[in-house]
C-alpha cells in the first residue's frame, strides 16, 4: 500500500489496484462548507461590529454643547416629536395584539399496551394459519414481508385478533379504541395535573374506525369535559393525520384565548385486520400494529416555563389531485369481498414526490440563508448554463436537531434517509420505534420523539423535525423547538426498554 495521487491510497490485490477516496479532501471540504454556512449566517453580525464602532467612537466625540443643541433641537419640534412617539406606540401595539399566539406543547402521552398482547413472529403466523381465510401463498407472503420489515418481536396487536377465530365485532373495535384513548388520557391529565373541564379545544383523528357516537365523543362522556368545548373527529386522513390535527389544534388556539387543547391520534386495526389473499392488501396486516397519543397544547403564556415545546412551523401537502397519488392508498374490496387497505407499488415514487413539494414550501422556513443561497445560485445555473446539473439538495442537518420520521416501513424510513441525506443517528429513532411498537399510524412520531428525549438527547433551543405521509396522499410537517432540557415524561413507552436499544437490524 502506498500512497499516489497527492494522497489517495493505492491498494494491490491479486485482482489489480483500486483507488480509495481522498479523505483529506472530503475533510476540508466539510470545513469550507460550515465555514461558509457560519460566514453567511452571521454576516449581518459581522457587519454590524464596524458599524457599532464607527457609532460608539462619534458619540464619545459630542461635546455638552453637542448634547444640549440636541434637546433644543427637540423642543422646537415638540409636536412632531410627540405624534411620532404617539405612531411609534400605536404601531407597536397593533403588532403585539395581531401577531400569531405562540403556542406551547406543555406535554404528551404514549400508549404501551399490556405484555400479553405482544406478538411475536411465531405467533403472528401460526394464528395466521388457523385462519382458513389464508391460503399457503398468503401466508409465505405475510412471512416473508413480516421478516423484512423492520418489525421487532414485542410489537402489540388487539385483544380481539388474539382470539381464535378473531374477534372483530363492532364492541371489540370500541374496546381497543377505548383502551387506547383513555389510557393515553388519563396517564396525560395525571401528569400535567390539569382539569379536563379545562380543556377548550379537542381533536381526534382515527382513519378507519367511526363509529357513532363519535371517538370525540366517547372522550368527552368519558371525562365529563364542558357543553362548549370545540370538538372535532377526523377519519380517512391516514399516517399523515396526526400532524394535520396539530394543525387544526394550532388555528384554534389562535381564535380561542387562554385555553388548552388536547389532540388524541391513534388507528384502530380489530375491524380493519385483512383476511384475504389479494398481497397489496395484506401488507398493513404485517405492519401496522395498535398505538395512541394524546397531546396538550396551550396558548397561555404561564404555561410556558413548564412546557417542553414551542411550535415553530406546520406544512400540509395535499397531492390529491393527481389520480396516481389519490389511489396509492386505497381501502376496497377484494374480488371475494373482503375489505382491506391496498398499497400501490407506486407508492414510494408517489411519497418522494409529496415530500419534495413539502420540503419546497418548509425550505425557506426554516433552512439557514447559506443553504437558501446555494439552492438558488444552482437553479439558476442549471437553468442558463447546464440543463444535466443535478439540483442541490438542501441540508436540512443544519436546520433540525432531531428528525421523526414517520414509522411506516423500512422503505418509507429508507427513502427519506437517503432523499434527505441523513445518517443513521438521524433516522435511529424511527427506526428504533418500527423495531418496538411496528406502524402505529399517526402517532409514530410521538413514540420517536420519547425515544429520543429517553435517549436524553433533547438539549434546550433543539429544533426537532416531525414529518408523516398519509392516504389521499398527503405530506405534512411540523416543526418544534425545546424550550428546555427535556426529561422523559413519567410512564413514557421506552421506559422499560431504552437501555436494550438501538439494536442492530439485520435485513
Known amino acids: ?103 406551547y406543547l406543555v406535554d404528551y ?24 381465510d389464508f391460503n399457503a401463498s398468503s401466508l409465505e407472503f405475510q412471512r416473508k414481508i413480516l421478516e423484512r420489515s423492520g418489525l421487532g418481536e414485542e410489537t402489540y396487536l388487539p385483544e380481539g385478533l388474539h382470539c381464535v ?48 357516537p363519535s371517538l370525540s365523543a366517547m372522550i368527552v362522556n368519558k371525562y365529563k369535559l364542558r357543553g362548549n368545548v370545540k370538538s372535532f373527529n377526523l377519519g380517512g386522513m391516514g399516517c399523515s393525520a396526526g400532524v394535520i390535527s396539530i394543525d387544526l389544534a394550532k388555528d384554534m388556539l389562535q381564535v380561542h384565548r387562554n385555553t388548552y387543547a388536547v389532540v388524541v391520534s391513534t388507528e384502530n386495526i380489530t375491524q380493519n385486520w385483512y383476511f384475504g389473499n389479494k398481497k397489496a392488501m395484506l401488507i398493513p396486516n404485517c405492519l401496522f400494529r395498535v398505538g395512541g397519543t394524546a397531546v396538550l397544547l396551550s396558548n397561555k403564556a404561564s404555561d410556558r416555563r413548564r412546557s417542553k ?16 397519488a389519490f389511489n396509492c392508498v386505497y381501502q376496497e374490496q377484494d374480488d371475494n369481498g373482503k375489505t382491506g387497505v391496498s398499497l400501490s407499488k407506486d407508492l414510494m415514487a408517489i411519497a418522494g414526490e409529496a415530500l419534495k413539494a413539502n420540503i419546497t414550501t418548509l425550505g425557506p422556513l426554516v433552512l439557514p440563508i447559506s443553504e437558501q443561497i446555494l439552492f438558488f445560485v444552482t437553479l439558476v445555473w442549471k437553468k442558463l448554463f447546464n440543463a444535466k446539473l443535478k439540483p442541490y439538495i438542501p441540508d436540512f442537518k443544519l436546520a433540525f436537531d432531531h428528525f421523526c420520521i414517520h414509522a411506516g416501513g423500512r422503505a418509507v424510513i429508507d427513502e427519506l ?91
Not at 400508549?111 to 405467533?123: F, G, I, M, R
Open 1 to 103: 500500500m502506498e500512497p499516489v495521487n497527492g494522497g489517495s491510497v493505492q491498494i494491490q490485490n491479486e485482482n489489480g489496484s483500486r483507488k480509495l477516496p481522498n479523505f483529506l479532501q472530503s475533510v476540508n471540504m466539510k470545513y469550507v462548507k460550515l465555514g461558509y454556512h457560519y460566514l453567511i449566517t452571521h454576516l449581518f453580525k459581522l457587519c454590524l461590529v464596524p458599524l457599532m464602532a464607527v457609532l460608539i467612537t462619534e458619540i464619545s466625540r459630542l461635546t455638552p454643547d453637542d448634547f444640549h443643541q440636541i434637546w433644543l433641537h427637540l423642543q422646537y419640534n415638540l409636536v412632531a416629536f410627540i405624534l411620532l412617539s404617539a405612531l411609534a406606540v400605536f404601531g407597536t401595539t397593533v403588532f403585539i395584539m395581531t401577531r400569531p399566539r405562540s403556542v
Open 109 to 132: 402521552s404514549c400508549y404501551l399496551p399490556q405484555a400479553s398482547l405482544q406478538v411475536p413472529y411465531k405467533k403472528f403466523m401460526d394464528h395466521s394459519a388457523l385462519i382458513d
Open 165 to 212: 377465530p378473531p374477534r372483530t365485532t363492532m364492541a371489540a373495535a370500541r374496546e381497543e379504541a377505548e383502551q387506547v384513548m383513555f389510557g393515553c388520557l388519563d396517564k396525560l391529565f395525571e401528569n400535567t395535573k390539569i382539569n379536563p373541564r379545562d380543556v377548550g379545544v379537542l381533536v381526534v383523528n382515527c382513519s378507519l374506525f367511526n363509529p357513532t
Open 309 to 324: 415545546y414551542k411550535m415553530v412551523h406546520t406544512v400540509r401537502t395535499h397531492k390529491g389531485a393527481d389520480e396516481k
Open 417 to 507: 434517509e437517503k432523499n434527505l441525506q441523513l445518517s443513521q443517528t438521524h433516522v435511529e429513532a424511527s427506526r428504533m420505534t418500527l423495531h418496538r411498537f411496528g406502524n402505529t399510524s399517526s402517532s409514530s412520531i410521538w413514540y420517536e420523539l420519547a425515544y429520543i428525549e429517553a435517549k436524553g438527547r433533547m438539549k434546550k433551543g433543539n429544533r426537532v423535525w416531525q414529518i408523516a405521509c398519509g392516504s389521499g396522499f398527503k405530506c405534512n410537517s411540523a416543526v418544534w423547538v425545546a424550550l428546555h432540557n427535556v426529561k422523559p415524561s413519567v410512564s413514557s413507552p421506552w421506559e422499560h426498554s431504552i437501555d436494550r436499544y438501538p439494536v442492530k437490524l439485520d435485513f
